[in-house]
């Protein structure tokens, strides 16, 4: 499984960007997907993350209320919709995917698959 993320850039803190990871499969829905991030100096974070199955979608504290994770069982392509940003959110963005069920769990050694990083700046 290839995941590829995209959508990051340079943006104003109050900002909005849309983060893109696509899969190599034909659909997302064997998968839990979660995205993590990781700034300079510092460990990875969990974000956010949507179950297999879609009924449970999780969100790191921090950005609860700014950030939307979508996901279509249909589609290949999950988005991370990311609303007022802050100059703190800046960081690498990483998708990654798992086969596991129920509760998407927020802990990287969970995932088996990733994708690259997408680079997110958020300037004051």
């Known amino acids: 499984v290839q995941l590829q993320a995209s959508g990051g850039g340079l943006v104003q803190a109050g900002g909005s960007l849309r983060l893109s990871c696509a899969t190599s499969?034909?659909?997302?829905?064997?998968?839990?997907v979660a995205w993590f991030r990781q700034a300079p100096g510092k460990e990875r974070e969990f974000v956010a993350a949507?179950?297999?199955?879609?009924?449970?979608?999780v969100y790191e504290d921090s950005v609860k209320g700014r950030f939307t994770f979508s996901k279509d069982n249909t589609k290949n392509t999950v988005y991370l919709q990311m609303n007022s940003l802050k100059p703190e959110d800046t960081a690498a963005y990483y998708c990654?995917?798992?086969?596991?069920?129920?509760?998407?769990?927020?802990?990287?050694?969970?995932?088996?698959?990733w994708g690259q990083g997408t680079l997110v700046t958020v300037s004051s």
């Open positions: 949507v179950s297999r199955s879609t009924l449970y979608t």
């Open positions: 990654a995917a798992g086969s596991m069920y129920g509760r998407p769990p927020a802990k990287p050694e969970n995932y088996d698959y």
């Open positions: 499969e034909r659909t997302f829905s064997g998968y839990a």
